[in-house]
Nanobody, 124 residues
């Protein structure tokens, strides 16, 4: 069992940067594959990035490659999403998700744990 709490969202202008954090409690974060997922109004959930338990492997949606970076600090039980060159289309609620499987789940529904989300709004 793990609880996830996101923070760091806010209102920014296009081209700005934000750093989201996801703090995990319960089991050590190293026990979980972790991911960032976002959902814009009237749209379905969208995978953003994922990172393996040890932080060796990372995966990104094509829409954020080269702009976003996922990382983790297992000593702090925290995963981060550094978002640079933000665009209005990045506006969404960003959720942290975790799963105890060894490999990164292929389906969003396979993630067992979710945070409450943090709002990111990018104005033009």
């Amino acid at each position: 069992q793990v609880q996830l709490v996101e923070s760091g969202g806010g209102l920014v202008q296009a081209g700005d940067s934000l750093r989201l954090s996801c703090a995990a409690s319960g089991r050590p974060s190293s026990s979980y594959v972790m991911a960032w997922v976002r959902q814009a109004p009237e749209k379905e959930r969208e995978f953003v990035a994922a990172i393996s338990r040890g932080g060796i492997s990372t995966y990104y949606a094509d829409s954020v490659k080269g702009r976003f970076t996922i990382s983790r600090d297992n000593a702090k039980n925290t995963v981060y999403l550094q978002m640079n060159s933000l665009k209005p289309e990045d506006t969404a609620v960003y959720y942290c998700a975790a799963d105890g499987t060894v490999r990164i789940p292929k389906k969003l529904d396979d993630y067992d744990y979710w945070g409450q989300g943090t709002q990111v709004t990018v104005s033009s």
